[in-house]
C-alpha cells in the first residue's frame, strides 16, 4: 500500500513536470566545498544560463556535499536548495524552520550532534519538485540514513520524506 501511494504520488509530480519541460529550473546547480567553515564555505554554483558557461567559487552557511539539490524559477532564478539536513534561500541564508530536514537517530549520534554545517551524507537522496498545484509551492523527497543502533542489529529503520516549501510561508516536514 504504502509503495503505491508513494509510486502515485512520484508519478502525479513527475509528469506534471513533462507538462512544463520549457522552464529552467534546473539552470543553477550548488555542490562542493574545501573545508574552510568560517565564515563561509567556499562551494561551487553552475549557472547555465551565463554563456560561456563558467563554474563561480562562492560562499556557503554550510557545506554541500554528495546530498544536495536546487530549485530555480521559471526563469533560471535560484529560489533555494538544500545539502540534504538544511535549506538555504538564493541569498546564502538558511530558510525559517530550514533545518535539520533529516533529523533523527543517525544525525544526532553519527554526524557531529546535528550540525547541519557538514551537511547529510547520502548519494543521490534528494529531489526538489514544482507543486503543481501551488506554484510557490515545492516539495522535497528526501531520504535519512538508515540506523541500526550497535546493541541491537535486527533494528532497521528506513523512511523516505517529504518537506513541502512554500516561499510565501513557512515550511514544514511531513514524514510518509
Known sequence: MFYRLLLSLVFLIGF?????????????????YDGISDPGVQAY??????VPFKPQAINHPFR????NASICDEDGNLLFYT?????S?????????????NYGPFLVDFWE?????????????????TDPKNETGYYIIHK???YIPFD??????????????????NMRTIII
Not at 542489529?153 to 510565501?168: I, K
Request: charged share 25%; net charge negative.
Open 144 to 146: 535519512p540514513r538508515a
Open 45 to 50: 554554483r553552475f549557472d547555465f544560463k551565463e
Open 64 to 67: 554541500i556535499d554528495n546530498n
Open 89 to 101: 534561500n538564493a541569498d546564502n541564508e538558511i530558510m525559517e524552520n530550514g533545518m535539520p530536514i
Open 152 to 169: 541491537d542489529p535486527q533494528t532497521f529503520h528506513e523512511e523516505l520524506r517529504v518537506t513541502y516549501v512554500d516561499m510565501e510561508l
Open 113 to 129: 550532534g546535528a550540525d547541519c554545517q557538514s551537511g547529510y551524507p547520502g548519494t543521490q537522496n534528494i529531489i526538489i519538485l
Open 16 to 32: 506534471s513536470q513533462i507538462l512544463m519541460c520549457q522552464s529552467k529550473r534546473d539552470y543553477l546547480w550548488t555542490f562542493g
Open 83 to 87: 545539502n540534504g539536513c538544511a535549506i
